[in-house]
């Protein structure tokens, strides 16, 4: 049982450029989340999904979009990268009458 | 409007200090309360949730956090703190909307605990 699992850890991206952080989970979580923290401050979120083919927004989803087509993935894509969206990305997914379970983070830089 | 309020953005401590951070929620409905931690450089782990039941809940670490429900709150206590509790500490609630659960954090406290 991996958990909550996200690719990449580290990445650098020039402004413009597009890249999708992947996120999948074992558990069979039907609830998933993308939340960014930034330094100094809580978690925001991104997006989440209820289960698979349903996706809503969150606090902070200008510049991103995801998809769920399945049960275990949840990947979120940036299409135009700006600086503003340096920080740490974390997925998380949730069971009912669960905690949230996270994923290691990925650490995004826009240069 | 649904939000969860943590009183204090950065707490600092002696060692053997006692330790309580606040949490305020405001959410209609049933709702599940949790708090986690994050140590530097590490990803959120769940420190203790409530349910139901006992309001006084107990989790790992020799934390300890109880719900009041006529004041909203989810304060996190522990008697005694380590140099090892230094991180910071997220309150989340977690309440049934429509199509699904929503989860919602606080801004998170940082805790700095001197050695």
């Known amino acids: 049982n991996a958990g909550v699992t996200q690719t990449p850890k580290f990445r650098i991206l020039k402004i413009g450029q597009s890249m999708t952080l992947q996120c999948t989970q074992d558990m069979n979580h039907n609830y998933m989340y993308w939340y960014r923290q930034d330094p100094g401050m809580g978690l925001k979120l991104i997006y989440y999904?209820?289960?698979?083919?349903?996706?809503d927004k969150g606090e902070v989803p200008n510049g991103y979009n995801v998809s769920r087509s399945t049960t275990e993935d949840f990947p979120l894509r940036l299409e135009l990268a700006a600086p503003s969206q340096t920080s740490v990305y974390f997925c998380a997914s949730e069971g009912s009458n669960q905690p949230q379970h996270f994923g290691d983070g990925t650490r995004l830089s826009i240069l | 409007a649904q939000s969860v309020s943590q009183h204090n953005h950065h707490v600092i401590l002696s060692e053997a200090a006692s330790l309580e951070l606040g949490c305020n929620y405001s959410y209609g409905g049933t709702v599940n309360l949790f708090w986690y931690v994050q140590y530097p450089g590490q990803h959120l782990q769940l420190l203790l949730k409530?349910?139901?039941?006992?309001?006084l809940v107990k989790g790992i670490k020799g934390f300890e956090a109880e719900f009041i429900k006529s004041k909203f709150s989810f304060n996190l206590r522990k008697p005694s703190v380590q140099w090892s509790d230094t991180a910071e500490y997220f309150c989340a609630v977690t309440g049934r909307e429509t199509g699904g659960f929503k989860t919602i954090f606080g801004a998170g406290t940082r805790l700095f605990v001197k050695a």
């Open positions: 999904s209820v289960g698979a083919g349903i996706t």
């Open positions: 409530y349910f139901s039941g006992d309001p």
